[in-house]
T-cell receptor
Framework: DTEVTQTPKHLVMGMTNKKSLKCEQHMGHRAMYWYKQKAKKPPELMFVYSYEKLSINESVPSRFSPECPNSSLLNLHLHALQPEDSALYLC????????????????FGPGTRLTVL | KQEVTQIPAALSVPEGENLVLNCSFTDSAIYNLQWFRQDPGKGLTSLLLIQSSQREQTSGRLNASLDKSSGRSTLYIAASQPGDSATYLCAPSGFQKLVFGTGTRLLVSP
């Protein structure tokens, strides 16, 4: 099973709302990622978790708050977002290689299409 | 900072043609390079992964090559089919992160 699932598929929220995106994998991967993708642009890395600890935060605004409650789950909590945060949010996972290098294939979920009004 | 460029940005070919997608990157200190495809509004599907010590990797009609020293990779698609229509992204991997290229939008017409 090489599947990464993401819920919800679509989300519309106002700027004062609080919502969460969820990502799940059962491949035993210990590295999990959040990416943001704007229309007609490549994905941009937001966060990396390694063994349930935040490993990389690419200077993402604090209105995005990641959480990794266990090795299979990754959440992205959203609060006070702006319309420019509307995008496709992608989750991915991979095995972690030697010395913390993520040298293995990343498996992506289908994404959550987020619209902020 | 790694910068990744893909040429061409868009490509339209008739079914059956062989084609080559190009990827160039500025920092040759990579661990591997992955090629992905993305259908409109969907997630990414991994096609091939080439380790930095490898020169080539093949999967079915796809063949990817890597020249790390010159910062280049190519994806060769043989006998293209309409189902190959998608955006193709290359992503060299540095320490703990992938950096995605700008993508090539491929349209294969019947």
């Amino acid at each position: 099973d090489t599947e990464v699932t993401q819920t919800p598929k679509h989300l519309v929220m106002g700027m004062t709302n609080k919502k969460s995106l969820k990502c799940e994998q059962h491949m035993g991967h210990r590295a999990m990622y959040w990416y943001k993708q704007k229309a007609k642009k490549p994905p941009e890395l937001m966060f990396v978790y390694s063994y349930e600890k935040l490993s990389i935060n690419e200077s993402v605004p604090s209105r995005f708050s990641p959480e990794c409650p266990n090795s299979s789950l990754l959440n992205l909590h959203l609060h006070a977002l702006q319309p420019e945060d509307s995008a496709l949010y992608l989750c991915a996972s991979s095995q972690e290689g030697a010395q913390g290098v993520f040298g293995d294939t990343q498996y992506f979920g289908p994404g959550t299409r987020l619209t902020v009004l | 900072k790694q910068e990744v460029t893909q040429i061409p940005a868009a490509l339209s070919v008739p079914e059956g043609e062989n084609l080559v997608l190009n990827c160039s990157f500025t920092d040759s200190a990579i661990y591997n390079l992955q090629w992905f495809r993305q259908d409109p509004g969907k997630g990414l599907t991994s096609l091939l992964l080439i380790q930095s010590s490898q020169r080539e990797q093949t999967s079915g009609r796809l063949n990817a090559s890597l020249d790390k020293s010159s910062g280049r990779s190519t994806l060769y698609i043989a006998a293209s089919q309409p189902g190959d229509s998608a955006t193709y992204l290359c992503a060299p991997s540095g320490f703990q992160k992938l950096v995605f290229g700008t993508g090539t939008r491929l349209l294969v017409s019947p």
